[in-house]
């Protein structure tokens, strides 16, 4: 069995450019990125702490427009309660600019202001577990039970 010489030139030519064009498509193709761990973790904390930024905005005036409203007994709430979500508004602010830091997974100055603002979160959650607040204001005061 014989192959034209037709056919067997088509053949050839058609592997001579496979054999041009597939290491240029090897070449141009991307490679695969690897996956950097620190860099995600980074962006996931700012990411985090934009979102919680943004929820707390009003949340000062918020809780003590709640309060001001029955059931909410203010005289049953000590001083440092109510002012509680004064301290976890400012200090959430406070960990926003922290957050911008290039080094933020191992800053200690971000980590110090975490546990300010986790510290004033607790007193709001005081107030919450020992009040029961207008839905108005619960919604965003579960965002920060602590358990």
């Known amino acids: 069995m014989t192959i034209p010489a037709r056919t067997y030139v088509s053949y050839v030519l058609m592997a001579c450019s496979l054999c041009v064009t597939l290491p240029q498509l090897a070449v141009s193709a991307p ?26 905005k009003d949340f000062p ?19 440092e309660v109510k002012g509680g979500a004064d301290q976890l508004g400012s200090s959430i602010k406070q960990l926003s600019a922290a957050s911008k830091a ?32 207008p839905k108005a204001c619960g919604a965003i005061g579960t965002r920060f039970a602590l358990t």
Do not use: H
């Open 31 to 56: 490679l695969p990125q690897e996956f950097d761990q620190a860099a995600s973790a980074r962006d996931y904390v700012r990411f985090l702490v934009l979102e919680l930024d943004q929820w707390t």
């Open 61 to 79: 005036l918020r809780f003590y427009m709640a309060a001001a409203q029955p059931p909410v007994d203010a005289s049953k709430l000590t001083e």
């Open 102 to 133: 290039k080094d933020v997974l191992t800053n200690a100055a971000f980590r110090g202001q975490l546990d300010k603002t986790l510290a004033a979160a607790k007193q709001v959650n005081e107030a919450f577990g020992s009040q029961r607040f």
